[in-house]
């Protein structure tokens, strides 16, 4: 009888085991996430502006980390006529295929080394500054105008899709963060900006989403401006001490964060709910269960950012192309903006959606609350 005890005691300790191990899951590097999708919002513009001669004035400017590969490529050979400005502080190794209406244009001291299996002689040399402003000055006054300027970070490739580059509206290049996703002209594959996991089994029929977020603490501290394309949703967002996590149109979504939350339609600041000096990915997919009292959680995604402003899409999974229409990013921090007609939210004390809350309470830090 005594054996059997001890067994029965053996395979719950098992089974305990099994149960907490499948709760959690180890990161890896994807290209594509079914559900969250991020990116760095990096110094840009795009214009409407093009030549007499029908040619585009395009500035990529690129930056890379110490640890990404110094070799990327430009496949430009399906395009309009244009010029294109190609900057950067570093040494790195361009594999180029340019369609003979395509000038390139480095600069003088440019320790970019271009190679090309087929030769136009349409790279050229100038003297232009690196300065941003400077060179968005240099290149109006030299070609007429600018029709984009792109800041790109860890480039792996730039293909142009052939449609017209330029963009309806101002043709007066004014630069500022941007998601470079959106110009539908070019195709940009960067090195991951993200790791992410899904634990298995999901439960299929839980409603309610769950996605954890995780910047880790040798990441700087980011304003992350979140978009939930979702309904039902609960998000956990932790990261390093200064992060804001500012929420553009929260729905039907549930929060807690170590960090400030701002909800941009009140506006309504919510201090950190919770403590969590941890950024181990076990560690914080286990907090952001027992916070919301889960079994599972949908996704875990661990982004680690080398600039302050970044774009976060909660993605609808059965709408694979929401990073493609979703708005542009609103900078909390813009000043003179135009007047918008805000979005009405109400607040609630309880998930039922039954209790609402006055938008001049205090929240306290150890409550949860719930957005529509």
């Not at 430009?74 to 570093?90: A, D, F, Q, R, V």
């Not at 980011?222 to 932790?238: A, D, I, P, Q, Y």
Request: proline share 8%; aromatic share 8%; with cysteine.
């Amino acid at each position: 009888m005594e054996g059997h005890v001890v067994l029965f005691a053996l395979l719950l300790c098992i089974s305990a085991a099994a149960s907490a191990s499948s709760q959690t899951c180890d990161p890896i590097e994807v290209n594509d996430n079914p559900w969250v999708y991020v990116t760095e919002e990096l110094i840009g513009c795009w214009t409407s502006f093009i030549r007499q001669d029908n040619a585009e004035v395009h500035i990529l400017r690129l930056n890379f980390g110490t640890s990404d590969s110094n070799m990327f490529s430009l496949e430009m050979n399906n395009t309009k006529p244009m010029n294109l400005i190609l900057t950067s502080p570093g040494t790195y190794y361009a594999l180029h295929n340019l369609h003979p209406d395509v000038k390139l244009y480095v600069k003088n001291d440019s320790k970019i080394n271009l190679h090309a299996n087929v030769h136009y002689n349409n790279v050229y040399k100038r003297d232009f500054p690196s300065e941003d402003e400077e060179l968005v000055k240099w290149a109006s006054q030299e070609f007429g105008g600018v029709t984009s300027f792109t800041t790109i970070q860890n480039l792996k490739k730039v293909t142009l899709t052939g449609t017209k580059g330029t963009k309806a509206g101002s043709s007066n290049c004014t630069l500022r963060n941007e998601d470079a996703s959106e110009k539908h002209f070019m195709k940009i594959e960067t090195a991951p900006l993200a790791k992410s996991c899904s634990p298995s089994p999901q439960n299929p029929n839980d409603e309610t989403e769950l996605h954890i977020i995780n910047i880790p603490e040798s990441a700087i501290p980011c304003n992350v401006s979140v978009h939930v394309e979702t309904k039902k949703t609960s998000v956990f967002l932790r990261g390093p001490q200064g992060t804001t996590w500012t929420f553009i149109n929260p729905l039907h979504t549930q929060f807690g964060s170590n960090n400030d939350i701002v909800l941009l339609t009140i506006p309504h600041r919510i201090p950190p709910s919770i403590t969590l000096n941890s950024d181990n990915a076990v560690d914080v997919q286990r907090k952001a269960l027992d916070y919301f009292k889960a079994s599972t959680f949908t996704s875990y995604t661990e982004v680690r950012p080398e600039y302050p402003m970044v774009l976060l899409v909660l993605r609808n999974n059965g709408n694979p192309e929401v990073i493609e229409t979703a708005p542009a990013p609103v900078n909390p921090t813009t000043t003179n903006a135009p007047h918008q007609m805000p979005l009405l939210m109400q607040l609630y004390t309880s998930p039922d959606y039954r209790s609402p809350m006055d938008p001049n309470t205090k929240v306290q830090s150890d409550k949860r609350i719930y957005a529509e």
